[in-house]
């Protein structure tokens, strides 16, 4: 079986004129793909997008490759369904029309090379903090969870699996032509498990934690059957089912950003509620099942909020420093552990990543730096760049270093490093790559640097890294760009700085324990290098917010032919 190739979408919403042609772009531009599948809500939010997609059912536009979709909820869904429901077998993806299936109701459907589950016709408004979606995932245990329905783009720390040797990456997805630039589209070329040697398989990022579903009830408790929401009526959209919830205040269709960040990108535009019905907002990080039902399964060990007082301000402030699921409570209490490596829990932080500027579903990260979005980095403007170009290769998982990702992340960075140096020949430049690594707690998220330079400071930057390096009173470990795999044990575990210079050479210093090295060591050379030693420190370089949207916005249409991705 051959590496399927495959797209996926978050909520269509009926936008498809605008979905299929950014998938027929991009099938052109880096398919071919061997499918899309969509998920959240496919059919549109009210009539005025009922005739495109009926357009495409009736054959009178042309989808441009096999897609596939999850619900029959929507406007008007029930009916343009209609002639394809008594098709086919439940078991098997409904023909729609040409290029389009319905995945109908519950169950696991083979299709082009990937196993694809879905329990349900639940409506987006029903996702987040479902249990029954909870108790698929703790079910199935699949190397992708998908999902829409949020309208945003993130991705979580893969995690462990009890039984199972490979963890699971979760993706959510945005809304298709949202205006807030968020990713809908996302490419994936998974490897089958078949073609997988049990060690490929049992690879664990160093990121990794342990399943959020691992401490929820068993499922023998409560079957899934007794879970999963009944409908008033065909045509309506289901409800939450709160037959047993205890008499307490339960706010019904709570919006789930709200409830658990305190903040909503929606604003007053969001459908979903942000407040009790006596107008008082609900307070932040609170536990979506106790608000949205009355009560939580996990109980006292919920790491969210249990209450419904709208004077719970400071229980939520300390319920936010509760040690996440899988936590090490040395790590996170103290940012050390004694047992290092050998700990079996997880040295990640949640409360820092949260705080981390590089995260991309951190409150604190700045969208409007964001050049291009892969599947598993990203590219962006410096802050306080050195010239205008100075650009970011950041991975998408919180991950300390360059040295310790995955192999898939590395080899979708050293993608984005050769579209750059393409892009920056086009432009008659060569380009320098550098990152410093220094372990600090858990707050670390990897980074590297690229920096444009002229012919001429291409041909004297080993010089200038070599003169600098002396005057530290150290040497550096030389290497080629190919020798990848003795660079990761060369700086395994170890503070480091690297660079790869222009001519394909790699310089490369693992740092002594204890040893001091200046942080901004390679922006301190480059900046003399180019003429500037005044911007030495990034902080006296800051732009403002307009003046970097409109770098990253000029940025991105020139880089647009070179971008792997084409980000939009």
Known sequence: MSQPRILLCGDVVGRLDQL???????????????????VGQFFPLDEHGVSQVREYIDGAKEIPLPTYFTG????????????????GL????????????????SGVVFVHGVLSGSKGEIPSEKVSGNPVIAELAAELRPRYHIAG??????????????????????????????DKKQKYLHALSPTPASKLSSEELAV????????????????????????????????????????????????????????????????????????????VLIPKRSCYDFITKGSCERGSECRYLHSSDENASSTAADNEQQLPPGSCFNFFKKGSCEKGDDCRFSHSSERKQQECWFCLASPNVETHLVASVGDHCYVALAKGPLMDKHMLIVPIEHTPSAVCVSREVEKELEMYKDSLRKFFESQGSSI?????????????????QVVPVSSSAAESCREAFDA????????????????????????????????ELPDGTTLAHPCAAGE??????????????????????????????????????DFKHQFQAFDPMQYP
């Open 20 to 38: 299929f042609k950014r998938v027929a772009a991009v099938n052109t531009a880096n398919g071919p793909f061997d499918a899309l599948f969509c």
């Open 72 to 87: 029959n909820y929507g406007e008007e869904a029930l009916q343009l369904l209609a002639p394809a429901k008594d098709r």
């Open 90 to 105: 439940v078991s098997e993806p409904v023909v729609v029309s040409k290029n389009l299936f319905w995945l109908r109701g």
């Open 149 to 178: 329905s949020e309208g945003v783009f993130f991705t979580r720390e893969p995690y462990t699996n009890q039984g199972v040797p490979h963890v699971t990456r979760f993706v959510a997805l945005g809304v298709v032509g949202n």
């Open 204 to 279: 664990t990022p160093p990121n990794s934690t342990l399943s959020p579903y691992e401490n929820r009830p068993s499922s023998k408790k409560r079957p899934l059957s007794e879970m999963i929401p009944s409908s008033q009526s065909e045509g309506q959209f289901w409800r939450y089912d709160t037959s047993d919830a205890k008499k307490t205040k339960r706010v019904e269709g709570a919006c789930f950003d709200f409830v658990t960040k305190g903040s909503c990108a929606r604003g007053d535009r969001c459908k979903f509620k942000h407040a009790f019905e006596n107008g």
């Open 432 to 448: 320098i790559i550098f990152e410093r690594y220094i372990n600090i707690r858990a707050g670390t998220h990897a980074h590297v």
């Open 468 to 499: 600098a390096a002396s005057e530290l009173g150290f040497s550096f470990i030389i290497m080629r760009r190919s020798q990848s795999n003795d660079l990761r044990r060369l700086l395994d575990r170890v503070n480091y700085f690297v660079v």
């Open 516 to 553: 001091k090295m200046p942080m901004q060591f390679g922006r301190e050379v480059l900046a003399g290098l180019l003429g500037t030693p005044e911007k030495t420190d990034w902080k006296a370089c800051k732009l403002t917010k307009d003046e970097e949207t409109k770098l990253v916005e």
